[in-house]
């Protein structure tokens, strides 16, 4: 191969590189600027990616979802499979409606890979279950979940009162859903009020 | 081809030195070292060691832009944060397309390699800003997709490595979260043709056609699990794992025997080696009852198509290469050396047809097939010794002397049947290694005499 034409293909390669990363750019954003506002309940843990640094893995209330009969429906069932789980606010928040292997035609829905398919249960993932923050952020976010979490366990009278009462308040996660059910993780919060 | 790799520049030193010595002539050194794919050593040395340490301060550098990435900072806004990632990015690999206009090929390698690893560091980032939970193997493999056209247009071995690194991570990550990772067996064919067209590498076309084997295994994996979704590893995967080794290491010996450039003879002289070494270690570790007990398990089968298939491609690839060979030359030593071969070959298709097809799993049973694995063991150590004496292969030698030892230290911690059966088994072995002994002094006395 001449030189001319390494340099060439190097070029393409360069504009292959910054098409890709473009790409990423654009599906990341896209829910965040087109998307319908949800808020869901999160359960979290606290690792550390190799490839990615710190992050608070999310877990959420909607990751089990289903019931034995909508189960043997929904059935056959592979890991992998995508499955579109409609959301309703009740107690200011979203959960799990109904469940359906096809787009619904309206309402708030949201998009999940099947992970593992229980008698009872199916475990979905929803590609919003990382947030990405600094070590001590990580950290302070995962102590003040845990706080919040014993906080909730004790009867209201005695947990919330002044600055312990904030501290119990519970974390959600800020999501935008596209129409296609693809959705992007916001922000976390404490508690419902400023949603 | 006993000479591998690790020792070629070594022997091209030396040629250098026997020319400046006036032993022999450049020419002679040439035509010599080409018999191993090397050649004499040109270029400043100091060249050479400014492009390695060059190459490995551009690493460092990434590493460093790498851990400041991961320490997510949110001083800056998100947007800039990641604008400024991308530039970098195209502009370090710009930076590299201008050394290659400008004729200096090394200095834009490197800068390559560093925008290489900007690029895949501006996947991470994005993902990380953007709170990117879904599949993230995705990143690796769109990381290694923009390096490896670099890889084959420069010809850059390190632009290669990095390559197929992030094709053997992304593989792993991937089949760990139980998806097949299609792709990664084009990357591998991609492999073999740059070790053996663009740029000779011993270690880029091992690790192709250990990935392939490795991509087929998974492969039956995918195929076990289609069902239910995802990967379903069992014995199956396992049994069928080795017959594919045994076919890559006769390629191999086939390759060394046959193969009409001395790179592809090198390459192949490489596998049969470390397929040799690989069966060793296979035969070493069903010297224990334990590992025994788990093949013999029949709950660990339930698709007897893929033990045949495996019985299949293991035995046959044997009998089409001992068929091949014997064409060729069936003298005594070929004969014993087949027969020492095809004796392992035997004893792993009688083993797997016992294991998946009505297996007897009991004490007495798993007793049996421990003691004919260590007598085996035994086998094959002297079988190296002799080859390694008739061969000159120092390789050999040593690999026979380790199997001997490591089983003796195995079975002396290990002891098979208690005290008495140790010892009785201890006592075997000695009688198999004196009668190899005076059978070999016998054999070399015959053959001196038909050489006077």
Same mark, same amino acid.
């Given at each position: 191969?001449?030189?001319?034409?390494?340099?060439?293909?190097?070029?393409?390669?360069?504009?292959?590189?910054?098409?890709?990363?473009?790409?990423?750019?654009?599906?990341?954003?896209?829910?965040?600027?087109?998307?319908?506002?949800?808020?869901?309940?999160?359960?979290?843990?606290?690792?550390?990616?190799?490839?990615?640094?710190?992050?608070?893995?999310?877990?959420?209330?909607?990751?089990?979802?289903?019931?034995?009969?909508?189960?043997?429906?929904?059935?056959?069932?592979?890991?992998?499979?995508?499955?579109?789980?409609?959301?309703?606010?009740?107690?200011?928040?979203?959960?799990?409606?109904?469940?359906?292997?096809?787009?619904?035609?309206?309402?708030?829905?949201?998009?999940?890979?099947?992970?593992?398919?229980?008698?009872?249960?199916?475990?979905?993932?929803?590609?919003?279950?990382?947030?990405?923050?600094?070590?001590?952020?990580?950290?302070?976010?995962?102590?003040?979940?845990?706080?919040?979490?014993?906080?909730?366990?004790?009867?209201?009278?005695?947990?919330?009162?002044?600055?312990?009462?904030?501290?119990?308040?519970?974390?959600?996660?800020?999501?935008?859903?596209?129409?296609?059910?693809?959705?992007?993780?916001?922000?976390?919060?404490?508690?419902?009020?400023?949603? | 081809?006993?000479?591998?790799?690790?020792?070629?520049?070594?022997?091209?030193?030396?040629?250098?030195?026997?020319?400046?010595?006036?032993?022999?002539?450049?020419?002679?050194?040439?035509?010599?070292?080409?018999?191993?794919?090397?050649?004499?050593?040109?270029?400043?040395?100091?060249?050479?060691?400014?492009?390695?340490?060059?190459?490995?301060?551009?690493?460092?550098?990434?590493?460093?832009?790498?851990?400041?990435?991961?320490?997510?900072?949110?001083?800056?806004?998100?947007?800039? =944060?990641? %604008?400024? @990632?991308? $530039? *970098?990015?195209? &502009? +370090?690999?710009? /930076?590299?397309?201008?050394?290659?206009?400008?004729?200096?090929?090394?200095?834009?390698? =490197?800068? %390559?390699? @560093?925008? $290489? *690893?900007?690029? &895949? +560091?501006?996947? /991470?980032?994005?993902?990380?800003?953007?709170?990117?939970?879904?599949?993230?193997?995705?990143?690796?493999?769109?990381?290694?997709?923009?390096?490896?056209?670099?890889?084959?247009?420069?010809?850059?071995?390190?632009?290669?490595?990095?390559?197929?690194?992030?094709?053997?991570?992304?593989?792993?990550?991937?089949?760990?979260?139980?998806?097949?990772?299609?792709?990664?067996?084009?990357?591998?064919?991609?492999?073999?043709?740059?070790?053996?067209?663009?740029?000779?590498?011993?270690?880029?076309?091992?690790?192709?056609?250990?990935?392939?084997?490795?991509?087929?295994?998974?492969?039956?994996?995918?195929?076990?699990?289609?069902?239910?979704?995802?990967?379903?590893?069992?014995?199956?995967?396992?049994?069928?794992?080795?017959?594919?080794?045994?076919?890559?290491?006769?390629?191999?010996?086939?390759?060394?025997?046959?193969?009409?450039?001395?790179?592809?003879?090198?390459?192949?002289?490489?596998?049969?080696?470390?397929?040799?070494?690989?069966?060793?270690?296979?035969?070493?570790?069903?010297?224990?009852?334990?590992?025994?007990?788990?093949?013999?398990?029949?709950?660990?089968?339930?698709?007897?198509?893929?033990?045949?298939?495996?019985?299949?491609?293991?035995?046959?690839?044997?009998?089409?290469?001992?068929?091949?060979?014997?064409?060729?030359?069936?003298?005594?030593?070929?004969?014993?050396?087949?027969?020492?071969?095809?004796?392992?070959?035997?004893?792993?298709?009688?083993?797997?047809?016992?294991?998946?097809?009505?297996?007897?799993?009991?004490?007495?049973?798993?007793?049996?097939?421990?003691?004919?694995?260590?007598?085996?063991?035994?086998?094959?150590?002297?079988?190296?010794?002799?080859?390694?004496?008739?061969?000159?292969?120092?390789?050999?030698?040593?690999?026979?002397?380790?199997?001997?030892?490591?089983?003796?230290?195995?079975?002396?911690?290990?002891?098979?049947?208690?005290?008495?059966?140790?010892?009785?088994?201890?006592?075997?072995?000695?009688?198999?290694?004196?009668?190899?002994?005076?059978?070999?002094?016998?054999?070399?006395?015959?053959?001196?005499?038909?050489?006077?």
């Amino acid at each position: 191969m001449n030189s001319s034409k390494v340099v060439r293909g190097l070029v393409a390669v360069v504009v292959f590189q910054l098409l890709v990363l473009s790409g990423e750019y654009l599906t990341s954003v896209a829910p965040l600027w087109f998307g319908e506002p949800a808020i869901l309940k999160i359960r979290p843990v606290d690792p550390r990616s190799l490839f990615r640094g710190n992050y608070v893995a999310l877990n959420y209330d909607l990751e089990e979802v289903g019931n034995e009969e909508r189960i043997s429906e929904l059935k056959p069932l592979k890991t992998q499979d995508i499955l579109y789980v409609s959301l309703k606010k009740k107690d200011g928040y979203h959960q799990a409606g109904s469940l359906s292997k096809t787009k619904p035609n309206r309402g708030l829905f949201i998009r999940g890979r099947v992970q593992s398919v229980g008698p009872s249960s199916i475990n979905l993932k929803y590609g919003i279950e990382a947030y990405f923050a600094p070590k001590d952020r990580a950290r302070d976010i995962e102590k003040r979940i845990r706080k919040s979490r014993s906080a909730n366990r004790v009867p209201t009278s005695s947990a919330a009162s002044g600055s312990e009462a904030s501290e119990s308040l519970l974390p959600y996660a800020r999501v935008r859903l596209l129409s296609s059910g693809k959705a992007a993780l916001e922000d976390l919060q404490w508690g419902l009020e400023d949603f | 081809m006993k000479l591998l790799r690790a020792l070629k520049n070594e022997l091209a030193s030396e040629a250098l030195t026997w020319v400046e010595k006036g032993l022999i002539t450049k020419d002679q050194a040439e035509k010599i070292l080409r018999l191993y794919d090397a050649s004499l050593p040109t270029g400043d040395k100091s060249a050479r060691g400014y492009n390695v340490l060059m190459t490995l301060a551009a690493f460092f550098i990434g590493l460093a832009v790498i851990v400041l990435v991961s320490a997510n900072w949110e001083q800056i806004p998100r947007t800039l =944060r990641m %604008l400024g @990632l991308i $530039s *970098i990015t195209t &502009g +370090t690999n710009l /930076m590299g397309v201008r050394a290659y206009r400008g004729q200096r090929p090394n200095a834009g390698k =490197r800068w %390559l390699f @560093l925008g $290489s *690893i900007f690029y &895949g +560091t501006s996947i /991470m980032l994005i993902a990380q800003i953007y709170h990117l939970g879904e599949h993230f193997p995705d990143g690796l493999y769109w990381w290694m997709l923009g390096t490896l056209p670099l890889a084959f247009l420069t010809k850059g071995f390190i632009l290669m490595l990095m390559s197929m690194l992030l094709s053997y991570i992304w593989f792993v990550v991937e089949a760990g979260l139980d998806f097949m990772p299609w792709t990664f067996f084009f990357v591998m064919l991609a492999g073999i043709y740059y070790a053996t067209k663009l740029h000779g590498s011993i270690l880029i076309f091992f690790a192709s056609v250990f990935g392939i084997n490795l991509w087929l295994v998974t492969l039956s994996s995918w195929w076990l699990g289609r069902a239910k979704g995802g990967l379903d590893a069992s014995g199956e995967s396992i049994v069928l794992s080795t017959a594919c080794a045994m076919s890559t290491v006769i390629i191999g010996a086939w390759m060394e025997r046959r193969a009409l450039s001395e790179r592809m003879k090198n390459y192949g002289a490489v596998i049969r080696l470390w397929g040799v070494r690989a069966g060793l270690i296979l035969i070493l570790t069903f010297t224990f009852e334990t590992s025994w007990r788990g093949l013999l398990d029949p709950s660990g089968y339930d698709h007897p198509f893929l033990l045949v298939l495996s019985l299949v491609l293991g035995v046959g690839s044997f009998i089409f290469a001992a068929f091949c060979q014997l064409r060729e030359k069936s003298d005594r030593e070929t004969i014993i050396k087949l027969g020492v071969t095809g004796l392992c070959v035997t004893f792993w298709g009688v083993a797997v047809y016992a294991a998946g097809f009505g297996a007897d799993a009991t004490p007495g049973a798993v007793r049996v097939w421990t003691v004919l694995t260590n007598l085996l063991a035994v086998v094959c150590g002297v079988a190296l010794i002799i080859e390694a004496v008739y061969e000159t292969s120092t390789a050999y030698f040593y690999m026979g002397i380790a199997v001997l030892l490591c089983l003796a230290l195995f079975r002396y911690f290990d002891l098979i049947g208690d005290y008495i059966g140790g010892a009785i088994l201890f006592m075997v072995c000695g009688g198999i290694l004196m009668a190899s002994a005076r059978f070999w002094k016998k054999f070399a006395a015959k053959t001196e005499e038909k050489t006077a």
